[in-house]
């Protein structure tokens, strides 16, 4: 049916069915791909938001026709890159873009509200973009955002104070105007002549053998191109190192250890044929026993998930004479924390596309954290040799971890090696949640000493981590969890133990702060605890047991990098301070008026251990460009944290440049070195001190070659943007591009090779993730209780961050405060329930509303090892977030919460328990 | 997707329930389009045409009449708490209105399309059974008024049939003297989602302010539907606004339910629990707002 209407001014018709989505209209039929889709077509994510008729909609539950003879309005309409907006200035300015998903949709409904209301207050900024998720910036920034550029649009001076950043010579997020504009252009947006769709069959059951599968009718459905199961797999049937036991597919005879474990690909034309046939598959399941919890599977009579027995993997850390560390406390306290699955929700979908290049490669279009590792699983897969497989990473709508998992890539790319054609296969949101990893949910129990004044004595820490039914790298999280279970602290015995557990719940992995986040919640409530029984002020305790340089740490050595956790501490305290003086205040003021509400203030601290994956050697390269533009080649992928821009920010630091001069090839496994995994927060350290070594040796090799044209002494030549010329003699410059022709002439490499290398440091280390890199920081969270309900509003965080040196204060504070609004929704609302989950709809990431006040204290305490002194913090940041707030909860309804989320109902719980308790609440 | 082949804008209600009778029940009715959207995807509904009342005459228009306040079909819960009557005089339905998903569901969603997709716990129905609202619904052959409550079979099932009828109004009484009214949601976050409990009062005191005259509390998801707590609206009916009196009707009112636990939202004890909480804070937040139209001397 036609229907015609106006997309951003100008007039379209298209011929579709007419409850088509607007969507689907916008992006599949016109290719305007700036508008988003983050969730199933259900309305729940705000991504896909448009104005019709200046109101803004859900794009993907507006039937097409509902448009007939209206106005479109898009982010396409909003401004282009010579010509922004004064909203997308505003959110390039204030660092409110960061993966970009949400961006288009939060700009067009910010539109909407300033059309109609020039001079907005707070609140209705908030009702106005309520429905918008964003899982990155803590919704802070795009608050400001829009305030300054309605105050802009009112013809008002209103410029974003722009602290400049130390590192490099001026800001610049350099895909901001792509992602603001709509023109970024991420997997899901990019087609292909020729394109196949894959979907992948997934396992019903949460725990069953496959008995027998039948193709063939699937087979002979219009538009299905192959169907692939595991014996079509030239090569391994799994991840190598990365998952041990996880196959790509479920060969039949073989068990599926969860619900969304992947049976067959079938390629098909069009992606609702591959549904269709993937339903037409015929699998018979013998159903088995599922446990979800890793004191079930752990039981005497647990069904084996695995032949070798429920437990993946073990790892301790043991010093000191235990017993007499507790024989000599004044105080012992046992404890048992529990913490659960939960999902990284980035806002753009899983999604990748494969095809094979005209040299014969298999080359995959997906989001990673190492392309090379990506690389090397895919050529295993398909019994290829590495060099035959090439990963590009596109632009990334968020990770936080979870697209590290490298199944879904090697799925495409087998689909793509198998048909010969290009395939893509994006995740529905509803298998994002059945098949990609979730964060593990841990079960701690506890036991620590102290004496009377406060002095930590021993503890001993029993953790068992929940893999779900697949590795998927938790054999590697125990380290973590140990690692994280004693903090920064000065112990005088330890015993810490932690398995890796198998069930039948979803398949746990990477997430942001891997495996210390969940251990750092349990000491840092169980610290928590021991103040209160002993009297003390938490923060008081917890200077009292710092660490120092020198300190054996908990681990049984000294750490390797600076230590700054009582800076930290000290600048946290006179906030904290003020936190606890105005909640007593509002607390007595509520009992005198009778008001159901009650404060807390709750504090943490953390420490971190950083660049704990991957090689202690780490490569970057910088080339002069012939047109005199420096190039950097890194592996670092960005997917959303701002990584590109800290490169070429380096690279302008060295090369004394602005990064305008600088390009950058990144994660491309064709075009630029490997620099190792990006996870535990690697990049600005490991990554970013490569790329400052290979611009500091192209820097010499360039001084070298122009300090002859120059006649001059090499360590005088001075670079100055487009040129060089001697430091005496300003006006004698010379191009960059003229002494790119020098070394051409000379036969000389303009592409340098630079190493960040920490074996020298560590020479003995074998095992990177031994590595002790740590930072530290601490967080003070003060909430509202409503003691009616149990609802609980976080209402101010103050964070104290050891940042080693920031790099970048505005991307610094972004990444925080998007770290800050990750863990509140962690403590109090986010679940991953096996068997109930399955969308955005039954999955609570906070929106605007539950967006605290924010305070962040940067604290500056230089690396010993890291380039120009950074440390990298961000997954550090969202560690001490749980803690902070729980103890503040805790504290406010004077009843140990140890378990989280914090729901209304378990809140409730505590308070009703007071109450029974006799407690003055 | 599944969508009809057909998608059309009558002008006139007659035009509308012609084509439905044309089309034999293989048409429906659609308004706002957020939850029959979802439906279609499901594949929970399959109809070969949608008729739209979007762009029926009048059917967009909020009237404030001598008797009553009359809602056209196709207002949206955005249209609602924009409109200044119903933002200054029903704020039951205002804040109802603002707590449907988030703005953007608001533009599109209609009162009407939440009536008829008979959600036990819908923002909207609540409001609208405790405003004693009738919904005027038409066919081919008749068009009548009938109370919004009637019309709820069970969770999703209206009687109200839109292959064949279409709702064109809603309408409940108008009164802005010593009436107040409230609403209360809890959810697992403050917006974007589902309720755990919501609660919408109406209150009309006599002129003194002293005596509660009538009350209507609607509560859910505490039942297959749009539940009122009678115990506790009798309990009330005759018995000053005093805090105690709301503290036990309150309590009355938890003991006339029976909720259900749900594993994503709150569990039947929790519900229980906090019932009497949030019928106490909405009838008060009602008895407040009334006491607000008494002129009392001096």
Request: glycine residues 8%; charged residues 20%.
């Amino acid at each position: 049916m036609p229907v015609s209407f106006f997309v951003n001014g100008a007039p379209i018709t298209v011929d579709v069915l007419p409850a088509t989505p607007l969507l689907d209209v916008l992006r599949i039929e016109l290719g305007l791909t700036g508008t988003k889709q983050g969730c199933d077509h259900e309305g729940e994510c705000g991504v896909c938001t448009v104005l019709l008729d200046g109101e803004s909609v859900r794009s993907c539950l507006t039937p097409i026709s509902k448009a007939e003879g209206r106005h479109v309005f898009t982010v396409e309409g909003l401004g282009s890159p010579g010509k922004l907006h004064p909203l997308q200035q505003a959110f390039i300015d204030t660092g409110a873009v960061q993966c970009g998903y949400c961006t288009p949709g939060m700009l067009v409904a910010a539109k909407g509200l300033l059309d109609r209301n020039p001079n907005p207050n707070h609140e209705q900024i908030i009702e106005f973009l309520e429905g918008n998720l964003c899982r990155c910036t803590g919704y802070k920034r795009i608050l400001m955002a829009v305030e300054i550029a309605a105050a802009k649009l009112r013809g008002e001076q209103a410029e974003f104070k722009n602290e400049y950043p130390v590192v490099g010579k001026e800001y610049r997020r350099m895909d901001a105007v792509d992602k603001v504009t709509g023109r970024a252009k991420y997997t899901e947006d990019m087609v292909m002549p020729g394109m196949l769709h894959g979907r992948v069959l997934r396992s019903p059951h949460h725990h069953a053998r496959l008995i027998a599968l039948d193709r063939s009718q699937a087979e002979k459905l219009p538009g299905v191109i192959r169907i692939i199961t595991a014996g079509d797999i030239p090569g391994e049937n799994g991840l190598g190192d990365y998952s041990r036991d996880e196959p790509i597919l479920t060969p039949v005879g073989d068990t599926a250890k969860m619900m969304g474990a992947p049976i067959a690909i079938v390629v098909a034309e069009t992606p609702q044929q591959a549904r269709t046939a993937a339903q037409a598959i015929n699998v018979t399941y013998e159903v088995l026993p599922h446990v979800f919890t890793s004191e079930e599977a752990l039981a005497e009579n647990a069904y084996p998930i695995y032949s070798q027995g429920n437990i993946l993997t073990q790892y301790s850390v043991k010093h000191g004479d235990l017993d007499q560390a507790f024989n000599e406390s004044d105080l012992t306290l046992e404890t048992r924390y529990q913490s659960s699955f939960v999902e990284h929700s980035a806002l753009e979908r899983e999604a990748s596309l494969a095809y094979i290049d005209d040299k014969g490669i298999v080359t995959v279009i997906c989001a990673n954290h190492e392309p090379y590792w990506h690389r090397n699983y895919i050529a295993s897969t398909l019994a290829l040799e590495p060099t035959q497989v090439r990963v590009i990473t596109p632009p990334i709508g968020g990770s936080f971890g979870g697209k590290q998992d490298p199944i879904l890539a090697v799925t495409v790319g087998l689909a793509s090696f198998l048909t010969r054609r290009p395939v893509r296969i994006a995740y529905t949101r509803k298998e994002s949640f059945a098949a990609t990893p979730k964060r593990h949910p841990y079960d701690l129990k506890y036991r620590i000493g102290a004496k009377q004044n406060g002095q930590l004595t021993g503890i001993h820490v029993r953790i068992n981590a929940n893999t779900g039914g697949y590795d998927a790298h938790g054999q590697y999280i125990v380290h973590f969890a140990v690692t994280g279970s004693g903090g920064a602290y000065r112990w005088q015995a330890v015993d810490s133990h932690a398995q890796t557990v198998y069930t039948n719940g979803p398949k746990a992995g990477q997430y942001r702060g891997f495996g210390t986040t969940q251990s750092t919640y349990a000491l840092e409530c169980t610290l928590d605890e021991l103040a209160q029984k002993l009297g003390m002020d938490p923060l008081e305790l917890r200077l009292k047991n710092a660490i120092e340089q020198s300190s054996i740490s908990f681990l049984g050595y000294p750490i390797g990098e600076s230590v700054g956790y009582t800076e930290v501490l000290k600048t946290l305290q006179p906030r904290f301070e003020e936190y606890l003086k105005d909640a007593d205040a509002y607390n007595a003021a509520a009992r005198e008026k009778g008001e159901p509400f009650r404060k807390g203030v709750g504090l943490a601290g953390m420490w971190y251990r950083f660049g704990k994956s991957g090689t202690l050697k780490v490569e970057a390269h910088c080339e002069l460009a012939s047109d005199g533009h420096f190039v950097v080649y890194a592996t670092a992928p960005d997917y959303g944290q701002g990584s590109n821009s800290m490169l070429t920010q380096f690279a302008a630091e060295i090369l004394e440049s602005s990064s305008d001069q600088i390009r950058l090839v990144n994660a491309d496994t064709a075009l630029a070195p490997d620099s190792g995994i990006q996870g535990a927060s690697r990049s600005t350290y490991f990554v970013g001190g490569a790329v400052c070594k290979a611009a500091g040796n192209l820097r010499k090799s360039i001084q070298a070659v122009a300090s002859e044209l120059l006649d001059c002494d090499p360590a005088d030549v001075t670079f100055s943007d487009d040129k060089v010329h001697p430091a005496q003699d300003p006006t004698k410059g010379i191009l960059l591009s003229e002494i790119a022709a020098e070394f051409d002439r000379m036969g000389r490499s303009r592409r340098i090779a630079g190493f960040f290398d920490l074996t020298p440091q560590f020479p003995d280390e074998k095992r990177p993730q031994y590595v002790p890199l740590f930072c530290t920081g601490a967080q003070a969270a003060d909430v509202l209780v409503n003691l009616k309900t149990g609802v609980v509003q976080v209402e101010r965080i103050v964070v104290s961050q050891d940042m080693g040196r920031t790099v970048n204060p505005v991307d610094s504070q972004g990444q925080i405060e998007g770290a800050v609004m990750m863990g509140v929704g962690t403590t109090i609302m986010e679940e991953v329930i096996p068997d109930a989950t399955t969308s955005f709809a039954s999955y609570y990431v906070p929106t605007i509303k539950s967006m605290p006040e924010i305070e962040i204290h940067l604290v500056e305490v230089a690396s010993r090892h890291g380039p120009l002194g950074v440390k990298g913090i961000g997954e550090a940041v969202m560690t001490p977030t749980a803690p902070a707030i729980l103890n503040a909860i805790s504290r406010a309804v004077q009843q140990r919460i140890r378990e989280i989320p914090a729901t209304p109902e378990r809140v409730l719980e505590a308070i009703t328990t007071s109450q029974k308790e006799g407690l003055m609440l | 997707m599944n969508s009809p082949a057909k998608y059309l804008f009558p002008t006139t209600i007659e035009e509308a329930a012609q084509a439905l009778a044309d089309w034999k029940g293989e048409a429906r009715i659609i308004a706002g389009g957020t939850d029959l959207m979802l439906d279609l995807q499901k594949g929970k509904i399959q109809p070969h045409c949608f008729v739209s009342v979007d762009r029926i005459h009048g059917l967009d228009q909020i009237r404030v009449e001598d008797d009553f306040i009359v809602i056209g079909s196709a207002v949206t819960f955005a249209n609602l708490k924009d409109h200044p009557y119903i933002d200054q005089h029903v704020h039951v339905l205002a804040d109802a209105g603002r707590s449907v998903g988030s703005l953007s569901i608001q533009n599109a969603a209609t009162l009407a399309g939440n009536i008829v997709n008979a959600m036990p716990a819908a923002d909207g129905v609540m409001a609208a059974v405790a405003l004693e609202a009738e919904v005027e619904i038409v066919d081919i052959e008749h068009t009548e008024w009938k109370p919004v409550e009637s019309l709820f079979k069970g969770p999703g099932l209206s009687n109200v049939d839109p292959t064949r009828q279409l709702v064109t109004h809603i309408r409940f009484p108008r009164c802005e003297d010593h009436r107040g009214t409230a609403w209360y949601r809890l959810g697992r976050r403050p917006s974007l989602t589902l309720p755990i409990l919501n609660c919408a009062v109406n209150v009309f005191l006599d002129d003194s302010g002293g005596i509660i005259q009538r009350t209507r509390i609607a509560l859910g998801p505490v039942a297959p539907r749009p539940f009122r707590a009678q115990e506790a609206e009798r309990f009330l009916e005759g018995r000053s606004p005093s805090a105690e009196n709301i503290r036990q009707a309150a309590e009355i009112a938890r003991g006339e339910t029976d909720p259900r636990g749900n594993v994503l939202r709150a569990s039947r004890n929790y519900r229980l629990a906090t019932i009497p909480a949030i019928v106490e804070n909405a009838l008060s937040n009602a008895v407040e707002r009334a006491l607000g139209f008494v002129t009392t001397p001096g």
